[in-house]
């Protein structure tokens, strides 16, 4: 389960501290549990016997006993409560900074000091201390990767600290876990955890404007749509932030947030159609396009490694 | 006011029953209305759980179509909105409107006609918030409607409102339910029933009203702040200028968590009924139990935003809030350690109530550890708002209240419909339900720690997502089927001709000293002695001396006096969530502030309400006197001195807004109006108040005594409008100049 495989620091102090209260807690299960039947067992009246039981009204010291000893127990938990929140959110000086913006309904990440901007799939480099800064541009969200092992809303007009350091590479799932509203359940995310090098290369290659082909005939159709509208480019004459930045979009494994996998049919489908694949999604249908058009935009759009 | 003892007439009984339908509409019997209240809550129990079975259907398998993502987000919020506040509050409301009077001897309820008010506000309140279906636009943000998802831009079409304003009319009901059941326990118990006496159940039912007096008013500020919000343009939870949408979730959940325990107490009130009377043994720790329920009432109050910890609050804030939610687990243990200590060296008799009462134990216990997980702070940045969250609060709400209930229904049956419940038809359905649940609601833990977050109309096709889901579908339709059982069990009790005894189960509290159903007037012979909380058992083991203590009166204050101090109590939460919120917001403005009110001519006006706080009290004292034409004239004074106030207030808004200030002006005078907007509401009602007494006096109706109990309930509302007047003022006209 991933609750107790987490590949952060702190998710790792969380889920030790969770498996200690998991130990307490089925110790305490297991009481209530054997009492309860041993009791139902043991003191089943016998049919036909109407005798009364010993008419016991209480004993002082098993009421105080069951008061005192939760509550030195709870005592104690909480204090290990106490110092696994100061662990987790600790702050690093000089961490990487990276900010985190919710969207209804996809996720906008930027490395500001790296010039980094992309959507849906993040790159962190493992062994790096990171500081998030967590936003939202309409309602609250919550940025939710369950093997990072906890979770902070991001709430609008307000910025939201948490501190992270990815331990282990891999490529791990997220979610929002802030009901959103219509599509709160395709708001999914993906994050590539990897070494030092490859996290650097893939920045060099975010950094780099699109690789695109002047007068190339899948551009023209991006440009001459409403795409400019919304979706940003950079490197062409498009840098609207109301969707996600397309810049690199082919060098994304999924799509419209982790409905669709990123690939050339599911995206035809997807410009063609989206509110049949993500109902609701503010992305307009572009079924007008001639198939030629769509062929050459899609084309387009997978070549922006 | 009112030291001096006249008589109030007792409360009224209706007279003989019309039949029919017309008995219905027009009864005001605690018994009848405690009937309507169970049948219109099992009519939305079904309702609700055939939406919880559409859920269920949904989600069985992954990336499910069966239903459409706007359908799926609408039937999760009916589903919770429905089971909380049409279902398992008003059913235990239900439940102490028809035990509560009979536990303590009493003919009715203190107030009758409330009472019959509350109910139908329910079932009007429920119509509301079901109107939106019909509407096409139910409500779909989810039962807590965090701002700015209900406000607009981004719930344009009406669906929040059928929520807030269904809500709201059914929010009244049950403050109206809380003034009664206090005032019917606190004034209304038998000769001999002191504190010790009580009945548990009856205990719990008095602490679960202080609590809905305390907490819902808070719920009711902030639908009302969100109402304006969405329709006169106010800011409150309004980011783009500065509003506060963490603000809601304070005001919400400092109703939301005591709500918790208005839906857990009254449970534990039954549970402590059936345990001992199926163990034949007292309970273990009476005194300890009630006063448990006492210490998690008040520390309820300080726990709320646990719900929180993940909208960064800040360490100290979130360390605080964890620390109170830990320590009410310790009285909640007490309880179960208590009930485990009642069973243990008991004659356990294992009929349908036991059953229950059995299963409440175990998952009762496994509710409240997930319970500990929650409030210790990461664990809850961990595991929140995913189905981990589901699985706990389903474990204490279902396999604890709804067991409860389910408990109390094979248990008081009998004394309501004059029919016992089958037990083998019982047996089964228990056991459905019991197998049911768990298979429905355990493996949600495990879902949660894998990661799948609540509230998603579906699921990608991850590894184990979708088995797991499908036997919880598959548990889900069991608990279905249980309650189709449930319901031909009660079809085929109440044809039986066989009638239910008196009192089938042996029991000891005084509504099995009476016939089942019992009389309209509750005890046809005179009631057994009260000398501990178990008079039928003391009736056959114990000598009982002849002399019974006149305890049962806790204090000289009559019922309508109670009445009103409840009512303002409750009053009191709404002004203060309001003046929370002008608190936060006066300094946030832009443009507009309180250097821009005119604060000395306020002032004087100010003087004229202050004024009548003496002038009502004058009146009082000469009609103590019985100088009628005194009293006429200090209350005509009285009058006078609120009507010159709220002229001014009139004049005030009037000038503001041709200068072009209102509510939408900035978040100063969002606040500013609402608070001493909803201050003149309260003086025009108290003026109308006045007014009616006054005309009663005009018309001569005043001689001996009559309508003492009226004079003196709106003279104390209207000293508490003055009074908030005070705090008002000061806070919106003196302290903000000193800012």
């Given at each position: 389960m991933e609750s107790f495989d987490p590949v952060t620091r702190q998710g790792l102090d969380i889920s030790n501290l969770y498996r200690l209260e998991l130990i307490i807690s089925a110790l305490l299960l297991a009481l209530v549990l054997g009492w309860l039947i041993l009791a139902l067992v043991r003191f089943r009246a016998?049919?036909?016997?109407?005798?009364?039981?010993?008419?016991?009204?209480?004993?002082?010291?098993?009421?105080?006993?069951?008061?005192?000893?939760?509550?030195?127990?709870?005592?104690?938990?909480?204090?290990?409560?106490?110092?696994?929140?100061r662990s987790v959110d600790a702050a690093t000086p000089g961490a990487t900074r990276l900010q985190v913006v919710g969207h209804q309904w996809w996720w906008e990440y930027q490395y500001p000091d790296l010039g980094v901007v992309t959507a849906n799939e993040l790159h962190v480099p493992v062994g790096t201390d990171l500081a998030i800064d967590l936003e939202s541009r309409d309602v609250i969200h919550s940025f939710y990767v369950p093997r990072f092992g906890f979770m902070r809303d991001m709430v609008p007009g307000k910025t939201n600290r948490?501190?992270?350091?990815?331990?282990?590479?891999?490529?791990?799932?997220?979610?929002?876990?802030?009901?959103?509203?219509?599509?709160?359940?395709?708001?999914?995310?993906?994050?590539?955890?990897?070494?030092?090098?490859?996290?650097?290369?893939?920045?060099?290659?975010?950094?780099?404007?699109?690789?695109?082909?002047?007068?190339?005939?899948?551009?023209?159709?991006?440009?001459?749509?409403?795409?400019?509208?919304?979706?940003?480019?950079?490197?062409?004459?498009?840098?609207?932030?109301?969707?996600?930045?397309?810049?690199?979009?082919g060098s994304r494994t999924t799509l419209g947030a982790g409905v669709l996998t990123n690939t050339r049919e599911n995206l035809r489908q997807w410009i063609r159609d989206p509110q049949t694949i993500k109902p609701g999604a503010l992305m307009p249908a572009f079924d007008t396009l001639s198939d030629q058009d769509l062929n050459a935009l899609v084309d387009f759009l997978e070549g922006l490694k | 006011v009112a030291t001096v003892a006249a008589p109030y007439p007792a409360p009224e009984v209706a007279p003989a029953r019309p039949g029919g339908l017309l008995r219905w509409v027009s009864t005001v019997d605690h018994k009848d209305i405690g009937i309507l209240y169970l049948v219109t809550t099992v009519a939305f129990f079904v309702l609700g759980g055939f939406?919880?079975?559409?859920?269920?259907?949904?989600?069985?398998?992954?990336?499910?179509?069966?239903?459409?993502?706007?359908?799926?987000?609408?039937?999760?919020?009916?589903?919770?909105?429905?089971?909380?506040?049409?279902?398992?509050?008003?059913?235990?409301?239900?439940?102490?409107?028809?035990?509560?009077?009979?536990?303590?001897?009493?003919?009715?309820?203190?107030?009758?006609r409330l009472n019959a008010l509350s109910y139908w506000l329910l079932l009007f309140g429920g119509i509301i918030l079901y109107w939106g279906f019909l509407n096409g636009t139910p409500p779909d943000i989810g039962w807590f409607s965090y701002a700015p998802l209900s406000e607009r831009p981004f719930s344009l079409e009406p669906n929040v409102d059928y929520w807030a304003l269904g809500l709201?009319?059914?929010?009244?009901?049950?403050?109206?339910?809380?003034?009664?059941?206090?005032?019917?326990?606190?004034?209304?118990?038998?000769?001999?029933?002191?504190?010790?006496?009580?009945?548990?159940?009856?205990?719990?039912?008095?602490?679960?009203?202080?609590?809905?007096?305390?907490?819902?008013?808070?719920?009711?500020?902030?639908?009302?702040?969100?109402?304006?919000?969405?329709?006169?343009?106010?800011?409150?939870?309004?980011?783009?200028?500065?509003?506060?949408?963490?603000?809601?979730?304070?005001?919400?959940?400092?109703?939301?968590?005591?709500?918790?325990?208005?839906?857990?107490?009254?449970?534990?009130?039954?549970?402590?009924?059936?345990?001992?009377?199926?163990?034949?043994?007292?309970?273990?720790?009476?005194?300890?139990?009630?006063?448990?329920?006492?210490?998690?009432?008040?520390?309820?109050?300080?726990?709320?935003?646990?719900?929180?910890?993940?909208?960064?609050?800040?360490?100290?804030?979130e360390a605080a809030f964890g620390l109170s939610s830990m320590i009410i687990a310790v009285p909640t243990g007490v309880k179960v350690f208590s009930w485990l200590a009642t069973l243990w060296?008991?004659?356990?008799?294992?009929?349908?109530?036991?059953?229950?009462?059995?299963?409440?134990?175990?998952?009762?216990?496994?509710?409240?550890?997930?319970?500990?997980?929650?409030?210790?702070?990461?664990?809850?940045?961990?595991?929140h708002d995913t189905y981990y969250n589901v699985a706990h609060f389903h474990y204490v709400l279902g396999g604890g209240s709804l067991f409860a209930i389910l408990a109390g229904t094979y248990y008081w049956f009998p004394k309501i419909t004059g029919r016992m419940l089958g037990e083998r038809l019982g047996r089964l359905n228990f056991w459905l339900m019991a197998v049911g649940f768990n298979v429905t609601f355990f493996p949600m833990h495990i879902?949660?720690?894998?990661?799948?977050?609540?509230?998603?109309?579906?699921?990608?096709?991850?590894?184990?997502?979708?088995?797991?889901?499908?036997?919880?579908?598959?548990?889900?339709?069991?608990?279905?089927?249980?309650?189709?059982?449930?319901?031909?069990?009660?079809?085929?009790?109440?044809?039986?001709?066989?009638?239910?005894?008196?009192?089938?189960?042996?029991?000891?509290?005084?509504?099995?000293?009476?016939?089942?159903?019992?009389?309209?007037?509750?005890?046809?012979?005179?009631?057994?002695?009260?000398?501990?909380?178990?008079?039928?058992?003391?009736?056959?083991?114990?000598?009982?001396?002849?002399?019974?203590?006149?305890?049962?009166?806790?204090?000289?204050?009559?019922?309508?006096?109670?009445?009103?101090?409840?009512?303002?109590?409750?009053?009191?939460?709404?002004?203060?969530?309001?003046?929370?919120?002008?608190?936060e917001y006066r300094m946030r403005g832009i443009g507009f502030s309180a250097h821009d009110l005119d604060m000395p001519r306020t002032f004087i006006f100010s003087l004229f309400l202050f004024a009548s706080s003496f002038t009502v009290y004058q009146a009082e004292r000469r009609l103590l006197r019985d100088d009628q034409r005194g009293f006429l004239t200090f209350w005509l004074l009285t009058m006078l001195l609120g009507a010159v106030f709220l002229t001014n207030q009139v004049v005030e808004y009037a000038r503001l807004y041709g200068e072009g200030v209102t509510i939408s002006t900035n978040l100063f005078t969002t606040a500013f109006f609402t608070l001493t907007g909803f201050h003149g509401l309260h003086v025009l009602v108290g003026l109308i108040a006045l007014a009616v007494i006054a005309l009663l006096a005009r018309a001569g109706d005043f001689g001996a005594g009559r309508h003492r109990a009226a004079v003196d309930v709106v003279s104390i509302y209207w000293h508490f409008v003055d009074a908030v007047w005070v705090v008002v003022f000061s806070l919106v006209y003196v302290l903000g100049l000193l800012a």
């Amino acid at each position: 389960m991933e609750s107790f495989d987490p590949v952060t620091r702190q998710g790792l102090d969380i889920s030790n501290l969770y498996r200690l209260e998991l130990i307490i807690s089925a110790l305490l299960l297991a009481l209530v549990l054997g009492w309860l039947i041993l009791a139902l067992v043991r003191f089943r009246a016998t049919p036909g016997d109407a005798s009364e039981p010993a008419q016991v009204r209480g004993n002082r010291n098993l009421e105080l006993t069951w008061t005192i000893v939760p509550a030195l127990t709870l005592g104690v938990v909480f204090v290990l409560v106490v110092q696994t929140m100061r662990s987790v959110d600790a702050a690093t000086p000089g961490a990487t900074r990276l900010q985190v913006v919710g969207h209804q309904w996809w996720w906008e990440y930027q490395y500001p000091d790296l010039g980094v901007v992309t959507a849906n799939e993040l790159h962190v480099p493992v062994g790096t201390d990171l500081a998030i800064d967590l936003e939202s541009r309409d309602v609250i969200h919550s940025f939710y990767v369950p093997r990072f092992g906890f979770m902070r809303d991001m709430v609008p007009g307000k910025t939201n600290r948490m501190a992270l350091r990815v331990d282990r590479t891999g490529t791990f799932d997220g979610v929002c876990t802030q009901y959103c509203g219509l599509q709160h359940a395709w708001m999914r995310q993906r994050i590539v955890a990897e070494p030092r090098e490859l996290f650097d290369a893939w920045v060099a290659a975010q950094r780099a404007p699109a690789v695109v082909t002047a007068g190339s005939p899948g551009q023209q159709v991006f440009l001459q749509n409403t795409c400019v509208s919304c979706h940003a480019i950079r490197g062409l004459p498009a840098a609207a932030q109301v969707g996600p930045d397309l810049t690199h979009f082919g060098s994304r494994t999924t799509l419209g947030a982790g409905v669709l996998t990123n690939t050339r049919e599911n995206l035809r489908q997807w410009i063609r159609d989206p509110q049949t694949i993500k109902p609701g999604a503010l992305m307009p249908a572009f079924d007008t396009l001639s198939d030629q058009d769509l062929n050459a935009l899609v084309d387009f759009l997978e070549g922006l490694k | 006011v009112a030291t001096v003892a006249a008589p109030y007439p007792a409360p009224e009984v209706a007279p003989a029953r019309p039949g029919g339908l017309l008995r219905w509409v027009s009864t005001v019997d605690h018994k009848d209305i405690g009937i309507l209240y169970l049948v219109t809550t099992v009519a939305f129990f079904v309702l609700g759980g055939f939406e919880a079975l559409l859920i269920r259907i949904q989600l069985a398998v992954p990336r499910n179509t069966f239903l459409d993502p706007g359908a799926y987000n609408a039937l999760f919020t009916m589903h919770g909105t429905t089971m909380i506040f049409l279902v398992v509050m008003p059913l235990l409301l239900g439940f102490s409107n028809y035990i509560v009077p009979l536990q303590i001897g009493a003919r009715d309820m203190a107030f009758p006609r409330l009472n019959a008010l509350s109910y139908w506000l329910l079932l009007f309140g429920g119509i509301i918030l079901y109107w939106g279906f019909l509407n096409g636009t139910p409500p779909d943000i989810g039962w807590f409607s965090y701002a700015p998802l209900s406000e607009r831009p981004f719930s344009l079409e009406p669906n929040v409102d059928y929520w807030a304003l269904g809500l709201l009319v059914t929010s009244v009901g049950t403050i109206a339910t809380g003034v009664n059941l206090l005032v019917t326990i606190v004034k209304l118990r038998a000769t001999g029933m002191g504190w010790f006496q009580l009945p548990v159940f009856t205990w719990m039912s008095l602490i679960t009203a202080f609590l809905v007096l305390a907490a819902i008013p808070s719920l009711t500020a902030a639908q009302i702040m969100l109402l304006f919000d969405r329709y006169l343009g106010a800011h409150f939870f309004d980011p783009s200028v500065g509003g506060d949408p963490i603000l809601y979730q304070h005001l919400f959940w400092y109703f939301g968590h005591p709500e918790v325990y208005i839906m857990a107490l009254p449970a534990f009130g039954i549970m402590s009924e059936v345990v001992p009377v199926f163990s034949r043994k007292p309970l273990f720790g009476y005194p300890v139990v009630v006063a448990s329920g006492i210490a998690i009432a008040f520390l309820s109050l300080t726990v709320w935003a646990h719900h929180m910890f993940t909208v960064g609050m800040g360490q100290l804030a979130e360390a605080a809030f964890g620390l109170s939610s830990m320590i009410i687990a310790v009285p909640t243990g007490v309880k179960v350690f208590s009930w485990l200590a009642t069973l243990w060296r008991g004659r356990i008799r294992l009929s349908t109530p036991m059953l229950y009462a059995a299963a409440f134990i175990a998952q009762f216990t496994i509710g409240g550890i997930s319970g500990v997980h929650f409030a210790t702070v990461p664990v809850d940045w961990h595991t929140h708002d995913t189905y981990y969250n589901v699985a706990h609060f389903h474990y204490v709400l279902g396999g604890g209240s709804l067991f409860a209930i389910l408990a109390g229904t094979y248990y008081w049956f009998p004394k309501i419909t004059g029919r016992m419940l089958g037990e083998r038809l019982g047996r089964l359905n228990f056991w459905l339900m019991a197998v049911g649940f768990n298979v429905t609601f355990f493996p949600m833990h495990i879902l949660g720690l894998m990661g799948q977050p609540r509230r998603t109309y579906t699921y990608p096709d991850l590894p184990g997502w979708g088995a797991i889901n499908f036997v919880e579908t598959l548990g889900a339709f069991l608990m279905g089927l249980a309650v189709l059982v449930l319901l031909w069990n009660m079809r085929q009790s109440l044809q039986r001709t066989e009638r239910a005894p008196d009192n089938p189960w042996n029991a000891w509290t005084l509504e099995w000293a009476t016939s089942s159903p019992p009389p309209p007037e509750n005890f046809a012979a005179t009631l057994p002695p009260v000398t501990s909380n178990r008079p039928l058992w003391d009736l056959q083991h114990v000598v009982i001396p002849t002399a019974v203590p006149r305890r049962g009166r806790g204090t000289q204050w009559r019922a309508p006096i109670v009445g009103i101090a409840a009512f303002i109590f409750s009053e009191s939460t709404f002004f203060a969530a309001l003046i929370v919120a002008f608190l936060e917001y006066r300094m946030r403005g832009i443009g507009f502030s309180a250097h821009d009110l005119d604060m000395p001519r306020t002032f004087i006006f100010s003087l004229f309400l202050f004024a009548s706080s003496f002038t009502v009290y004058q009146a009082e004292r000469r009609l103590l006197r019985d100088d009628q034409r005194g009293f006429l004239t200090f209350w005509l004074l009285t009058m006078l001195l609120g009507a010159v106030f709220l002229t001014n207030q009139v004049v005030e808004y009037a000038r503001l807004y041709g200068e072009g200030v209102t509510i939408s002006t900035n978040l100063f005078t969002t606040a500013f109006f609402t608070l001493t907007g909803f201050h003149g509401l309260h003086v025009l009602v108290g003026l109308i108040a006045l007014a009616v007494i006054a005309l009663l006096a005009r018309a001569g109706d005043f001689g001996a005594g009559r309508h003492r109990a009226a004079v003196d309930v709106v003279s104390i509302y209207w000293h508490f409008v003055d009074a908030v007047w005070v705090v008002v003022f000061s806070l919106v006209y003196v302290l903000g100049l000193l800012a």
